[in-house]
């Protein structure tokens, strides 16, 4: 563990950079607070839906209300079909989806479907907003490997407020493979979705978002799980998988345990070739990671972030480099039930055809600095990219910039083929959607795109640190049929 500077010496550090001019790192220098774990994790509830002409329907409606996160204190804020996040949706391969998504908020808001292979209408971006008391109805084939995605809002300029207020849910892929796979699979017992998150609050108990100039966002002194402060959870079984997501608008965390390594099974597209046995898995905002974790009978242990290697940077401790802190209290009970060690025989790649990189068509460069990508901000009306239908692509992404960010590209899983022309770690190894990029580093990403054409409406590419994609870190990509135009 580094050594942390005292709250002293921190403070002095922020002078000096405020002095020397780098009034940009002035952001968290409040450390996580400690809490005690005395709540019960909250599981959000698997979605109801129907099936209506074969096709398994949702409904979410987003709404406000108030949350007591912190004893006492009843604190505003946003949900679906509840007062904070939302259930978590659940599908097969092969099934044809729709959600029913009423906005019953007093502005605008939209859901993107994070991580999912879909047309780029359903897509949920800026494109698709959803007026207040409107409801919008996408509809797609879930096709694509069994895996741990997420919903969350995608409004122009205002995702960072809309998805801190609470707007976030999961929504969970199995296939043949996934059902076939030795994993622990009960669902919020040995197989529990962790959302983790942090906040501000001010005064009067509200979220705050500070927007103070500090990068790479609003960093909280105050860590939840699934919108629980404190949580514990009581193990019942030999071992237990957790589905976590960094649902954070600007925090990067370094899960791993104190005492034990763990399974790293899957990442943001699904299954890994086989289970890797690791200490620290670092999330940077809407990354997922599932490990399983083994426990002894009467074992209490805790998930904690602890001093996430943020890649370089001068004064991370102000992006959250030296915070410190536990997230979720494990507690086995005396009497476990048998689960044993994770694998799966079937190869990931059996029915999805293996991304080669020697079938890239083309290279696309982005460098990401300030709030720009390849020099310029997102605007609607601008398409940035166009890409044929069928084709496979190599995007070598840059952090040209000395802060982090995290790059998300929609609708596809991609393949990370290299960082600064090195192989990936093991954690980057397995199908993902969004990656963490270190500062001055080039990360080359393979990916095809597949089924869904659209010459008007564009998917999205951008910073998933939200703060960074509403203030411009975003650009557009057409998926079009071979010799059209955009
Ligand atoms: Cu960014």
Known sequence: MSARPGLAGLAALGVALAVSGCGSFGGSVTPVRAVEFGSELAIPPLAGSSVVDGVRTFDLT????????????????????????????????????????TNELDEATSVHWHGMHLPPAMDGGPHQPVAPGQTWEPTWEIDQPAATLWYHPHPHGATEEHVYRGLAGLFLLDDDASRAAVLPSEYGVDDVPVVVQDKVFDDAGRLELQHDGGEPGTLGDTVMTNGTVGAYHEVTTERVRLRLLNGSTARTYAFGFADRPFDLVATDGGLLDAPVRLDEVRLAPGERA?????????????????????????????????????????????????????????????????????????????????????????????????????DTEVWEVRNAHPVPHSFHVHDVQFRIL??????????????????????????????????????????MYHCHMLLHEDEGMMGQFLVVEPGETA
């Open 290 to 390: 599932e490990i399983v974790v083994a426990l002894e009978p009467g074992e209490v242990t805790r998930l904690r972030s602890a001093d996430p290697d943020l890649g370089g940077i001068a004064a991370s401790f102000a992006m959250g480099g030296n915070d410190a802190f536990d997230v979720l209290e494990l507690r086995a009970g005396e009497d476990l039930a048998p689960s044993p060690a994770p694998s799966w025989g079937r190869s990931r790649h059996a029915d999805d055809g293996e991304l080669r990189a020697e079938d890239a068509a083309t290279v696309r460069s982005f460098e990401l600095a300030e709030r720009e990508i390849n020099g310029e901000r997102m605007d609607m009306g601008r398409v940035d990219e166009v890409v044929t239908v069928g």
């Open 418 to 459: 290299t960082v600064d022309g090195r192989e990936p770690p093991p954690q980057l190894a397995g199908p993902k959607d969004t990656v963490y990029l270190e500062p001055h580093r080039t990360y080359r990403l393979l990916m095809r795109f597949e089924d869904y054409t659209d010459a008007e409406v564009p998917y």
């Open 62 to 101: 987003a709404q406000s209300g108030t949350s007591e996160f912190l004893p006492g204190v009843e604190t505003p804020t946003w949900g679906f079909d509840g007062p904070y996040l939302g259930p978590t949706l659940r599908a097969e391969r092969g099934e044809r989806v729709a959600v029913r998504v």
